[in-house]
Nanobody, 118 residues
């Protein structure tokens, strides 16, 4: 059974940093691209960042480019979202996902709340 579990959310001040973690189990980690979406109150879920199965390719939403990074540790089956210089508009529930490269099957985590105070 595939499980994707996020942790590390919380309250942070504008301009501060926060690191989210995502642990995946029940899968062959190196066969999956890993990424993050977020959903703010009253808004649709939006893409934040993704890292490829081979740790070589990354992509970021324009709104977080230069502030967020998505390091991946394939030895520990984890991916993180390092959030720097956060802004109030980064407030959202952050969801980790795992995409199986071969089938396109996507598995979601349950989400973790990030709140940025101004």
């Amino acid at each position: 059974q595939v499980r994707v579990v996020e942790s590390g959310g919380g309250l942070v001040q504008t301009g501060g940093s926060l690191r989210l973690s995502c642990a995946a189990s029940g899968l062959t980690f190196t066969s999956y691209a890993m990424g993050w979406f977020r959903q703010a109150p009253g808004k649709e879920r939006e893409f934040v960042a993704v890292i490829g199965w081979n740790d070589r390719s990354t992509s970021y939403a324009d709104s977080v480019k230069g502030r967020f990074t998505i390091p991946r540790d394939s030895a520990k089956n984890t991916v993180s979202l390092q959030m720097n210089n956060v802004k109030p508009e980064d407030t959202a529930v952050y969801y980790c996902y795992a995409d199986e490269v071969a089938s396109g099957t996507r598995y979601w985590g349950q989400g973790t709340q990030v709140t940025v105070s101004s």
